[in-house]
């Protein structure tokens, strides 16, 4: 089963950046999509970029686009995901995820179901 650890996550200031990090586990080619979700307490996991690890495909929330860029690493096993011009409301845990083997690349709407492995999660804080 694939592992995931994200990292690059802390304190910023609005209209600042962070590059987030997801480390996979080498079996990460089991998976067909990484997806990048947020959480802020007591609201739903929110899916906020995705990538097909077999390249073409990639998928950006609406509340995201055009400020944050998702990419894969050359190794294959690191998704990143770059966030700029960042605003209060980024604020959560960010979760690195990998979708079910089963499903064939990434799809819209990023359902929190459909993601079988997930990590820790790395805080961003971000203040006005």
């Known amino acids: 089963q694939v592992m995931l650890v994200e990292s690059g996550g802390g304190s910023v200031q609005a209209g600042g950046s962070l590059r987030l990090s997801c480390v996979a586990s080498?079996?990460?080619?089991?998976?067909?999509?990484m997806g990048w979700f947020r959480q802020v307490p007591g609201k739903e996991r929110e899916g906020i970029a995705a990538i097909s690890t077999e390249g073409g495909n990639i998928l950006y929330a609406d509340s995201v686009r055009g400020r944050v860029a998702i990419s894969q690493g050359n190794a294959k096993t690191t998704i990143y995901l770059d966030v700029n011009r960042l605003k209060p409301e980024d604020s959560g845990m960010y979760y690195c995820?990998?979708?079910?083997?089963?499903?064939?690349?990434?799809?819209?709407?990023?359902?929190?179901?459909?993601?079988?492995?997930w990590g820790q999660g790395t805080q961003v804080t971000v203040s006005s």
């Open positions: 995820a990998a979708r079910a083997p089963v499903y064939v690349g990434c799809a819209w709407p990023l359902r929190v179901i459909d993601y079988h492995t």
């Open positions: 080498p079996d990460i080619l089991s998976t067909r999509c």
